[in-house]
Nanobody
Framework: QVQLVESGGGLVQAGGSLGLSCAAS????????MGWFRQAPGKEREFVAS????????GYADSVKGRFTISRNNAEMFVYLQMNSLKPEDTAVYYC???????????????????WGQGTQVTVSS
């Protein structure tokens, strides 16, 4: 079982930056692909970014490409999402997710992930 705890959300003005962290509780964290998803009010949960278990590959939604960066530290068991040039449309609850096994490809669907955090609110004011 993997437990995930997100932190770092908050309120920021458009054009600003925020960093989200996701801490994992299991020693085999290094064998899980990790992803960030978000859900705005009245909308479905959508893919934001993903990183393979080794950290060798990353993938991003078109809407955040060039602005967001995902990274991981397997020794410290956390994954990080750096968000720059934030826009009001980035406002959502952001969720960290982990797969149940290692994959060499970037995974972008919610069904590919077995474990989820509780989410952290990000609000971008215009």
């Amino acid at each position: 079982q993997v437990q995930l705890v997100e932190s770092g959300g908050g309120l920021v003005q458009a054009g600003g930056s925020l960093g989200l962290s996701c801490a994992a509780s299991r020693r085999t964290f290094s064998r899980n692909n990790m992803g960030w998803f978000r859900q705005a009010p009245g909308k479905e949960r959508e893919f934001v970014a993903s990183i393979t278990w080794s950290g060798g590959r990353t993938g991003y939604a078109d809407s955040v490409k060039g602005r967001f960066t995902i990274s991981r530290n397997n020794a410290e068991m956390f994954v990080y999402l750096q968000m720059n040039s934030l826009k009001p449309e980035d406002t959502a609850v952001y969720y960290c997710a982990a797969t149940g096994a290692p994959y060499s490809t970037v995974l972008v669907t919610t069904t590919a992930y077995n474990y989820w955090g509780q989410g952290t609110q990000v609000t971008v004011s215009s």
